[in-house]
């Protein structure tokens, strides 16, 4: 929290107006302030803290004003600075509530992980006081990374006995002569690499807990490093045919060991979740800057509910929990390689039929969106076009391609700034053209972007869907905002939705 102005003293008549309390209850409310064990912080409507209870007082170890005039930035943690402001900011242009996590220093030098929440109090239906507390969540966090150690610890200590186990299992299997036998071995050496992989995702798990998952970036064969992840894939799969549908050549820098870990999790999940199919399809193509990989199993396929949360941790869908073993962990780790590339994810399936799965990745790290039109009506780029006519109350939004955390974030604040240029209140966003979708951008549509577009005036959104199921989840999540105060219809028809849009009668 950033506290940008003066510093206003503590004023108890101040406080006593914005809470409306007669005298009686506003003293017992601040010894009750002054009493909880927790800090409990009050700022004006633009941001600056103007009241910090005796908790905080004691844990900071200087008065009040002082703290009041140093600003929070004093005593929080300097790498989780940025975001704590970030989203104080936010909170602030949204007047939603604000929850963040930081590291808080302490009048003994040390410091406490807390929780910080604040809410907006309004007086007559204007914003008037946040009222926030900050609770200490050093044990959970020291429980978390003892929890984190130990897997990482047992799983370094079993990976050990396994090596052994393995290598003597190969020496067997070259030296059995008996057919039973072998096959018995065989079978072992499967269920070795399971149990490898299993480790091997627990480790990789504890390493992202403790943010130690570094990449090696090197430049490599792209093409040959997806060769190796379908031979691997292939020679522990008899039934499939893992077939590379495109062949490409292209050289890539990034962690070359990462990747193909994400590929073969990609293929060994095509094949575990499609028992009675006997082929899987491997494609790649360039489009945009971007190099997408594709795996398309003709398998179980997922419901459309479970589709936005397979890549959280320890997610699985519930037709695979009891029929297929494994952790819930290969696509969570996946998603935190991509992302790490700068890169996205995203599934199209039909239940029952199989399932693709994408990850994208751009070429060249963090090239710029550059317009090929840009007036104050019109824009356009390769991932958006806005129009903005001035004989029409409606803002035509329409876009294009692959969409990531970067083109959604680029394009959502150029709809608002074209928005708020032509002021009116209707906005046609058509998504027929976009082609797989970002996987974390509705959740930043949802609580920055809605709000800030209803701020500038927005009453009437028709959402044109992709054909994209996953991204049609993601629009929907978007507007999955329980305070919106604008009415968002979807449609698959581009003609319905201008209907509706013209012919709303304001009023
Ligand atoms: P695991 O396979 O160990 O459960 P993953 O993180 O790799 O863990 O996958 C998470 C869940 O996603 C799986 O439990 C399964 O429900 C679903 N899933 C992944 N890949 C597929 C696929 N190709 N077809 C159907 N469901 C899949």
Same mark, same amino acid.
């Given at each position: ?100 996590? /930081? ?16 809410? %907006? ?93 570094? %990449? ?107 029929? /297929? ?33 994408? /990850?994208? %990745? ?146």
């Amino acid at each position: 929290m950033k506290n940008t102005g003066k510093a206003t003293s503590h004023d108890q008549e101040n406080l006593k107006n914005d809470f409306s309390f007669n005298e009686g209850d506003h003293l017992s409310s601040l010894s009750l302030l002054n009493a909880l064990p927790q800090q409990v912080w009050t700022a004006g409507s633009d941001g600056k803290i103007d009241y910090v209870n005796d908790t905080i007082c004691r844990d900071f170890g200087y008065p009040q004003a002082l703290i009041i005039e140093s600003g929070w930035e004093a005593f929080v943690h300097p790498e989780d600075i940025t975001e704590s402001i970030e989203r104080w900011q936010e909170a602030l242009n949204t007047e939603k509530e604000y929850v963040t996590e /930081f590291r808080l220093r302490f009048t003994d030098g040390q410091y406490y992980w807390h929780l910080a929440r604040a809410v %907006l109090v309004k007086r007559t239906g204007k914003p008037s006081i946040w009222v926030g507390t900050n609770t200490n969540i050093q044990s959970h966090k020291d429980i978390e990374s003892r929890k984190d150690e130990f897997i990482s610890i047992a799983s370094h200590e079993l990976k050990t006995p396994l090596t052994s186990i393995r290598a003597y299992n190969q020496v067997m299997l070259r030296k059995a002569s008996d057919g039973t036998i072998k096959d018995y071995l065989l079978r072992t050496q499967g269920q070795l690499a399971r149990l490898e992989k299993l480790i091997k995702d627990l480790l990789d798990v504890s390493k992202i807990n403790a943010g130690k998952m570094s %990449l090696n970036l090197e430049n490599f064969n792209f093409s040959e490093m997806l060769r190796d992840a379908i031979s691997a894939a292939q020679s522990v799969s008899t039934k499939h045919k893992i077939i590379l549908t495109d062949e490409l050549n292209l050289e890539f820098t990034g962690d070359h060991y990462r990747l193909e870990q994400v590929v073969q999790n990609f293929l060994s999940n095509a094949v575990k979740y499609s028992p009675e199919a006997d082929r899987v399809l491997v494609s790649t193509n360039i489009k945009d800057g971007n190099v997408i990989v594709s795996v398309t199993d003709f398998g179980i396929g997922i419901e459309r509910s479970h589709l936005g949360r397979l890549f959280d941790r320890y997610y699985r869908a519930d037709n695979s929990s009891s029929r /297929f073993d494994g952790l819930g962990l290969g696509l969570f780790i996946s998603a935190e390689i991509i992302k790490r590339h700068g890169g996205s994810f995203w599934i199209e399936s039909e239940l029952g039929k199989g399932a693709t799965f994408f /990850f994208k %990745l751009p070429l060249e790290a963090d090239h710029p969106i550059q317009p090929e039109i840009k007036t104050k009506i019109n824009y356009k780029d390769r991932y958006l076009s806005i129009s903005c006519p001035q004989d029409d109350d409606i803002m035509y939004v329409e876009w294009t391609g692959h969409q990531d955390m970067r083109s959604v974030k680029h394009g959502g604040a150029l709809m608002i700034e074209y928005f708020k240029a032509n002021p009116r209140s209707k906005v046609f966003n058509d998504n027929r053209l976009v082609l797989g979708t970002w996987s974390e951008a509705s959740d930043w549509a949802a609580e920055v972007w809605l709000p800030l577009m209803e701020l500038a005036g927005l009453k009437y959104l028709a959402w044109i869907f992709s054909a994209s199921a996953f991204s049609q989840l993601s629009a929907q999540k978007s507007v999955d905002n329980e305070e919106k105060t604008s009415e968002i219809l979807f449609f698959y028809q581009a003609d319905e939705a201008l209907t509706w849009l013209r012919n709303i009668n304001q009023k």
